[in-house]
Every structure is written in C-alpha cells, then in structure tokens.
C-alpha cells in the first residue's frame, strides 16, 4: 500500500506547515487515519488521528490547540495543518491508516505506514 506524504520542509519557529497524506481509496476509505512523529534515537509518537468520517479527532497534548488533523474522503487525503511550530516539532511525520474506522493512539491501531516527511523548525 503506498501512501504518499508531503508537505514537510525547513520553518522557522512561530510558523505553519501543512502535511498532505494521499492514501488509495480502497485502502483508507472505511478507515480512520494517524499522524505520527519520529526524532532520532527515539519511538515513534502519536500526534493525531481522526475517524473515517472526521466526525471524531484527538491529539496528543504537545501539539493540542496548534496542530489541526483534517481530511477530505473526496480526495482520499489527510491532512495535519501545522501552526506556532516550535523547534521541538522537529521530526519526520508518518501517516497512517487504521485497523478500522476509530483509531487509537498506538502504532498497533495502524495497519499501514507512509514513508515520512521531514519536518524542521529552526530557533
């Protein structure tokens, strides 16, 4: 399953990115979709995810009131709209796609895994 992230790129501290999740319909239609963030030498972490219907959204609370989950089953695309970006946002972003159409904030709630995008929020 391919999904394709993108979006990510070098901002400085205070601003906005926004990271894009293509995902094939047949793989993310029914399902609920996550973001997730890695550092070096460090586990992956939940930031956000949102249900099949976007009806239902959570964050982890280091981003909770700057970062927004959206998506648009139109498009078959998640979205994660990315603002105040503080230099410890600094990651590659994963997204993914839920076992069903909740998902939770486990790595094992997900069934599939985009490549990543990197993310850099400069001082």
């Known amino acids: 399953v391919q999904l394709q992230a993108s979006g990510g790129g070098l901002v400085q501290a205070g601003g906005s990115l926004r990271l894009s999740c293509a995902c094939p319909k047949r793989t993310c239609s029914n399902n609920g979709m996550g973001w997730f963030r890695q550092t070096p030498g460090k586990e992956r972490e939940f930031v956000a995810r949102i249900s099949r219907s976007g009806d239902s959204t959570s964050y982890s609370d280091t981003v909770k009131g700057r970062f927004t989950i959206s998506r648009d089953n139109a498009k078959n695309t998640v979205y994660l709209q990315m603002n105040s970006l503080k230099p410890e946002d600094t990651a590659v972003y994963y997204c993914?796609?839920?076992?069903?159409?909740?998902?939770?904030?486990?790595?094992?709630?997900?069934?599939?895994w985009g490549q990543g995008t990197q993310v850099t929020v400069s001082s």
């Open positions: 993914a796609v839920a076992r069903g159409m909740y998902s939770g904030n486990s790595m094992t709630s997900y069934a599939y």
